[in-house]
């Protein structure tokens, strides 16, 4: 069956990792995807022309979440291909492993706007169009495991994760009343680029798989079944929820 037939989904941070997994899934279950990004080409193409050849319509748009205008140009290319905005994917990160006491402040500043800036701009542009077409949507955000635990090297990312994830619970009661479903997806340690040079330490990567039930590290398309179910239909009354995907890391204590 497919979930998303018809649809107009837009994916950000889509060129690589989890986003370019979302965008790809959605096209999967019939979505035409708009995905943005901030510097990969040759990745964003290779996206689209993936997307192309499952016999659904992509494009590419450039651009810094950081600026809030790149999140309402973002939307109106879209509105330009392909008519309306169905499902918003919250999804580009960055995550500069650095210690705590000497953290400079620009890698603090540049991680508060890509994570959480970001995401509120994109999600406000996408709801401005949800509500005026006026027949509902759906936005899922990326968060992650790290709105609920610490990191000791990522004392500027996590914050911006619990942001997020709060961010779909405000957001969820502001756009209720509209059809909008806000909720985010939690995931744990997924092997992609943004963590690439922290798990080339063996010994980190093996503490980090023995830490997950599922014995494993997750890959980006285990974000992608979630990430579509909570976009589609099938989650028509889901809202204000956040889904861990993390194959059991958070509930293992001891
Ligand atoms: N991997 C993991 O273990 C986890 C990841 N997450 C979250 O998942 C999300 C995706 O990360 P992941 O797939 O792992 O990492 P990747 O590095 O593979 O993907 C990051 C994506 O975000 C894009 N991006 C980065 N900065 C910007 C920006 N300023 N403007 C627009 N796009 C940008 C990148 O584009 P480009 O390549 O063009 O720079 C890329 O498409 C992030 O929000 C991350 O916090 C959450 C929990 C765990
Ligand atoms: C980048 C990290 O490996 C990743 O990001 C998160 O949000 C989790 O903390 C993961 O470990």
Redesign the pocket.
């Known amino acids: 069956m497919k979930l998303l037939e018809g649809k107009t989904v837009l994916v950000?941070?889509?060129?690589?990792?989890?986003?370019?997994a979302a965008a790809i899934g959605a096209a999967q279950h019939g979505a035409n995807v708009a995905i943005?990004?901030?510097?990969?080409d040759g990745?964003?193409q290779s996206c689209v022309a993936a997307i192309e050849a499952l016999g659904q319509r992509a494009i590419a748009v450039k651009?810094?979440?950081?600026d809030p205008q790149?999140a309402q140009d973002f939307v109106a290319r879209a509105v330009d291909a392909f008519g309306k905005v169905d499902v918003m994917v919250s999804?580009?990160?960055?995550?500069p492993f650095h210690a705590f006491l000497d953290m400079p402040v620009d890698v603090v500043e540049r991680t508060f706007r890509?994570?959480l800036h970001?995401a509120y701009f994109m999600v406000q542009a996408a709801a401005q169009q949800m509500v005026k077409q006026g027949h509902g949507g759906s936005i899922v955000a990326?968060?992650?495991?790290?709105a609920l635990v610490g990191g000791e090297y990522q004392t500027h990312?996590t914050p911006t994760?619990a942001g997020v994830h709060s961010l779909m619970q405000s957001t969820a009661i502001a756009l209720g009343k509209h059809n909008i479903r806000c909720n985010s997806v939690?995931?744990?340690?997924?092997?992609?680029?943004?963590?690439k040079d922290d798990l080339a330490d063996d010994e980190k990567r093996r503490y980090m798989e023995q830490r997950t039930p599922l014995g494993r590290l997750?890959a980006?398309e285990d974000l992608a079944g979630p990430i579509v179910f909570l976009a589609s239909d099938m989650a028509a009354y889901v809202t204000g929820a956040a889904l861990l995907v993390d194959g059991g890391m958070y509930v293992n204590l001891q």
């Open positions: 950000t941070g889509a060129s690589t990792g989890i986003g370019r943005n990004y901030a510097n990969s990745p964003a651009g810094d979440v950081a790149t999804n580009a990160g960055i995550c890509v994570n970001g990326v968060s992650s495991i790290s990312y994760k939690l995931p744990g340690t997924i092997l992609t680029e943004i963590n997750g980006p």
